[in-house]
């Protein structure tokens, strides 16, 4: 399993392939290893898989000085933050633990749309309605697979049952 690219969303057909190629027969770790992959596919698009939301589904900001924080290696450095702030930090950074696909970007936050690109390829676009958060034009993980590119997360990975 270790010769191929797992961080990259790929159909169930291929997985499939890949998979045999490599390990060549199905004992019960395969089999729900495949059954978690499928099921993964399923779900339905949420914009809350790309860009950190917050818990009513809001887009979050990154907050000021995040990356200050976020670099900060020792708890004297950390500590020149406020409460508040840290707080902030916090929420956000288990935000954005918790993405399905890497490297998304807003692109537009309207009124009543919430359009995201991906960070690595412009031409990889998609809307969510801000209503209810859904995409506008693709139902579910699976339908994803018709672009070249798209990058899974650890937090996916782990969802899924594969280790880095």
């Given at each position: 399993?270790?010769n191929f690219?797992?961080h990259?969303?790929?159909?169930?057909?291929?997985?499939?392939?890949d998979y045999?190629?490599?390990?060549?027969y199905a004992?019960l770790?395969s089999?729900?290893?495949?059954?978690?992959?499928?099921?993964?596919?399923k779900?339905?698009?949420?914009l809350r898989?790309?860009?950190?939301?917050?818990?009513n589904?809001?887009?979050m900001?990154?907050p000021?000085d995040?990356?200050i924080w976020?670099?900060?290696?020792?708890k004297?450095?950390?500590?020149?933050?406020?409460?508040?702030?840290?707080?902030?930090f916090?929420?956000?950074?288990?935000?954005k633990?918790?993405l399905?696909?890497?490297?998304f970007?807003?692109?537009?936050?309207?009124?009543?749309?919430?359009?995201?690109?991906?960070?690595?390829?412009?031409?990889?676009?998609?809307s969510?309605k801000?209503d209810h958060?859904?995409?506008q034009?693709?139902?579910?993980?699976?339908?994803?697979?018709?672009?070249?590119?798209?990058?899974?997360?650890?937090a996916?990975?782990k969802?899924?049952?594969?280790?880095k």
């Open positions: 399993m270790q690219d797992f990259r969303l790929i159909p169930m057909t291929s997985f499939v392939i045999y190629s490599h390990e060549g004992d770790q089999l729900q290893l495949m059954k978690n992959y499928a099921s993964f596919l779900q339905p698009l949420s898989m790309f860009v950190p939301t917050d818990t589904g809001e887009l900001k990154e000021e995040y990356p976020k670099e900060a290696k020792n004297t450095r950390k500590d020149t933050f406020t409460s508040v702030q840290t707080e902030k916090k929420l956000y950074e288990k935000a633990k918790k399905l696909f890497e490297g970007k807003v692109a537009y936050n309207g009124y009543s749309v919430v359009r995201i690109v991906a960070s690595y390829d412009d031409s990889i676009e998609l969510f801000k958060l859904t995409d034009t693709t139902a579910d993980v699976e339908s994803l697979t018709s672009f070249d590119v798209i990058y899974l997360s650890t996916s990975l969802l899924i049952g594969i280790s």
